[in-house]
C-alpha cells in the first residue's frame, strides 16, 4: 500500500505567479489535511477536507489560498500570486474513514520557494 | 502565548542514553496527545499517542501525560543512532484530528 503522495517535491515560483501543490492519499483513505511548515515553527494547520467537501478551513489564509478535494484525482492546494512569505514546506496528511482522526499519514511534503 | 511550548534543542546525547523530550501547554481543554519523528526532508510519523493522563509504553518508548501541571513528556530508553531525528509533540481538544496544534520540534541526535 503506497503512502501518501506530494508532488511536487521542491517547486521555485516567481513572486505573482500561482504554486500548485497535489496530494494522493492514501488508498482507502477519504480525509486529507494541508498543514504549513515554516522554519523555526511547528505545523500549522490550514484546511480539513473529504471528498467534494471542505470541512474546516479555518487555517487557510482568507486570500489567495484554496483547496479542493474532487471525487476523482489528488487533493490540490492553489497559492495565488505567491508572495515571499509563503516560501515553507506544505505537508498532506490523510486518515481512514472509520478511525480516530489522530492517525493522521504524513506525505514527504512540498517545499515551495518563492523567488 | 502559544498554545503549545516545545524546547527546539538541539539535544545530543551518547548511544544508549535515556532521552527525555517534554511539552508544555495552555489548553486545558486538551485530552489527545500525540508524539511525532520527523527525519530530515520527510513528512511526520506517528509515534504514541495518549488520551488524557497517564502513561503509555511501546517498547523502547514511553509517552507521560500530566494533564494538572499540563505537562507531557516522551522518554526514549537505550537510545540508537537511528533515533536521530526532530522530534514534534502535538495536542487536541478532541480526536477528529483537525485542531491539533504542534509543538516546534525537539532535534535530537544520538551519537554512535
Not at chain 2, 488524557?52 to 507521560?64: H, P
Amino acid at each position: 500500500n503506497a503512502g501518501v503522495m506530494q508532488n511536487p517535491r521542491h517547486l521555485v515560483r516567481r513572486r505573482g505567479q500561482e504554486a500548485r501543490l497535489r496530494c494522493s492519499p492514501m488508498k482507502g483513505h477519504s480525509h486529507v489535511y494541508w498543514y504549513r511548515q515554516l522554519p523555526e515553527e511547528g505545523l500549522k494547520f490550514m484546511v480539513y477536507l473529504q471528498k467534494e467537501n471542505i470541512i474546516d478551513e479555518s487555517g487557510m489564509p482568507k486570500e489567495r489560498f484554496s483547496a479542493e478535494f474532487p471525487k476523482e484525482g489528488p487533493s490540490i492546494l492553489r497559492i495565488q500570486q505567491v508572495v515571499r512569505g509563503d516560501s515553507a514546506a506544505y505537508f498532506c496528511a490523510s486518515s481512514p474513514p472509520d478511525r480516530f482522526r489522530y492517525e493522521q499519514y504524513f506525505g514527504p511534503g512540498t517545499r515551495l520557494t518563492v523567488t | 502565548q502559544k498554545e503549545v511550548e516545545q524546547d527546539p534543542g538541539p539535544l545530543s546525547v551518547p548511544e544508549g542514553a535515556i532521552v527525555s523530550l517534554n511539552c508544555t501547554y495552555s489548553n486545558s481543554a486538551f485530552q489527545y496527545f500525540m508524539w511525532y519523528r520527523q527525519y530530515s526532508r520527510k513528512g511526520p510519523e506517528l509515534l504514541m499517542y495518549t488520551y488524557s493522563s497517564g502513561n503509555k509504553e511501546d517498547g523502547r518508548f514511553t509517552a507521560q501525560v500530566d494533564k494538572s501541571s499540563k505537562y507531557i513528556s516522551l522518554f526514549i530508553r537505550d537510545s540508537q543512532p537511528s533515533d536521530s531525528a526532530t522530534y514534534l509533540c502535538a495536542m487536541s481538544v478532541s480526536n477528529t484530528g483537525n485542531q491539533f496544534y504542534f509543538g516546534t520540534g525537539t532535534s535530537l541526535t544520538v551519537i554512535p
